[in-house]
């Protein structure tokens, strides 16, 4: 979960998607710019603890269906930088850590911006029940959002803007960047799990592109 600041161009260059699959992620392409970057993930089932599901509200005028599933980057921020990738470093193997770390770059160098970093907004990518958990290590302050069918994870942050047990949709303000628990720096540790058979089961989040028109 560690961000890390100076990486080498190989480790860079392992860590970050192609710029097809990252627009596309970012919310710059639709269903058929999806299909083209065609990614293949791997997965590994764990558990999660109970809590109470019920059926969500549409978000932002979603089909339903389509505002349980997360898409999209949660900081709707086209200045991303993916400062370690998806089975890469701390985060192999997957089913340990199961996520990306993302900050922001603040002068397009390709590198992070700890200080523009810290404090920017975290947005819901699906539909879903907050379950909140505060000084946790190593995630720190830490949000599950979860529905019957996906649940995704929001590490290291600086403060809450939902309540526990709040339902929120797709786009709704529910966090801030922080560097909490055990990080190296500014940034948000972000993964995606998929009920399958009973059981969580991990996914790239890179498989989950932003909707049509999305930030």
Partial sequence: MLAVAGLGWLLLRVARPSAAQLSVWNGGGGAAAAAAVNVVAPGAAAAVGGINITTQQVGQGMPAEDALKPQG????????????????????????????????????DGQSDPQGTLGQPI??????????????????????????????GYSHLQGFAVENGQQVQPGTLIAYVGSTGSSSGPHLHYDVWEMVDGAWVNRNPYDFG?????R
Avoid: C, E, M
């Fill in 73 to 108: 980057n949660p900081l709707q921020s086209s200045n991303s930088v993916i400062t370690q990738g998806y089975g890469v470093g701390s985060h192999a193997p997957a089913d340990v850590w199961g996520g990306i770390d993302i900050a922001l770059d603040g002068n397009s």
């Fill in 123 to 152: 947005y819901a990518t699906h539909s879903g029940v907050v379950k909140l958990a505060r000084d946790t290590w190593p995630a720190g302050n830490h949000i599950w959002l979860i529905n019957d069918s996906f649940r995704t």
């Fill in 210 to 214: 932003g909707a049509d028109g999305a």
